[in-house]
């Protein structure tokens, strides 16, 4: 009999977790376009090689008093993402290393009770199909810096200086309206 198969696009978590099963796999960019498009982008960005993001999945079932088993997993990933430095707005490179634990319950309620007292790993409602794709995407997400920025940045920002010592004072931007107000009064 051929061994059955897993669908990382439409698992069934439970029969994983029964089997106590191993994936592994590689999503390129492109089907990671979430991920992707939170990387630096434009016309004077690097260009990305498309290695695309492994990773593995480890499942199985974790005994408990008084309860059924809970299905439990392991996502692991490691990819490098290059995004804008916020201080010298050159790249940076970061290496994304991931390993993120979940547990399973039967339902939101359940899962959302569990997952307050849990610091350990994130507790999920069992759904009938997981699209790890997306789970693995909405990790490399979270994963990034909200400010991204070099320890120290290989070229330090300058302002420019132009203009700086010799400025002119701005135009009001009514000052037309008062000259031609003003000529208007001398006239009557």
Same mark, same amino acid.
């Given at each position: 009999?051929?061994?059955?198969?897993?669908?990382?696009?439409?698992?069934?978590?439970? !029969?994983?977790? %029964?089997?106590? /099963?191993? +994936?592994?796999?590689?999503?390129? *960019?492109?089907?990671?376009?979430? @991920?992707? =498009? &939170?990387?630096?982008?434009?016309?004077?960005?690097?260009?990305?090689?498309?290695?695309?993001?492994?990773?593995?999945?480890?499942?199985?079932?974790?005994?408990?008093?008084?309860?059924?088993?809970?299905?439990?997993?392991?996502?692991?990933?490691?990819?490098?993402?290059?995004? !804008?430095?916020? %201080?010298?707005? /050159?790249? +940076?490179?970061?290496?994304?290393? *991931?390993?993120?634990?979940?547990? @399973?319950? =039967? &339902?939101?309620?359940?899962?959302?009770?569990?997952?307050?007292?849990?610091?350990?790993?994130?507790?999920?409602?069992?759904?009938?199909?997981?699209?790890?794709?997306?789970?693995?995407?909405?990790?490399?997400?979270?994963?990034?810096?909200?400010?991204?920025?070099?320890?120290?940045?290989?070229?330090?920002?300058?302002?420019?200086?132009?203009?700086?010592?010799?400025?002119?004072?701005?135009?009001?931007?009514?000052?037309?309206?008062?000259?031609?107000?003003?000529?208007?009064?001398?006239?009557?």
């Amino acid at each position: 009999m051929k061994p059955r198969t897993h669908d990382p696009l439409a698992l069934d978590v439970r !029969r994983l977790c %029964r089997e106590g /099963g191993a +994936l592994s796999g590689r999503f390129s *960019l492109a089907e990671l376009g979430r @991920f992707r =498009d &939170s990387l630096w982008s434009g016309d004077d960005a690097p260009v990305p090689a498309d290695d695309g993001v492994p990773w593995t999945l480890e499942a199985g079932l974790r005994e408990r008093r008084g309860a059924p088993p809970q299905c439990v997993m392991t996502l692991s990933a490691t990819t490098r993402a290059t995004v !804008r430095c916020q %201080r010298c707005l /050159g790249p +940076l490179q970061l290496p994304l290393a *991931l390993e993120r634990r979940y547990a @399973f319950a =039967d &339902s939101e309620d359940e899962a959302a009770e569990a997952d307050a007292d849990n610091d350990d790993e994130d507790v999920l409602a069992l759904p009938p199909r997981l699209d790890l794709r997306e789970l693995l995407e909405d990790e490399l997400i979270l994963a990034l810096p909200l400010v991204p920025r070099h320890d120290a940045c290989p070229v330090p920002w300058t302002p420019p200086q132009h203009g700086l010592a010799e400025e002119e004072p701005e135009a009001h931007p009514f000052a037309a309206l008062a000259a031609l107000r003003g000529g208007e009064r001398s006239g009557r």
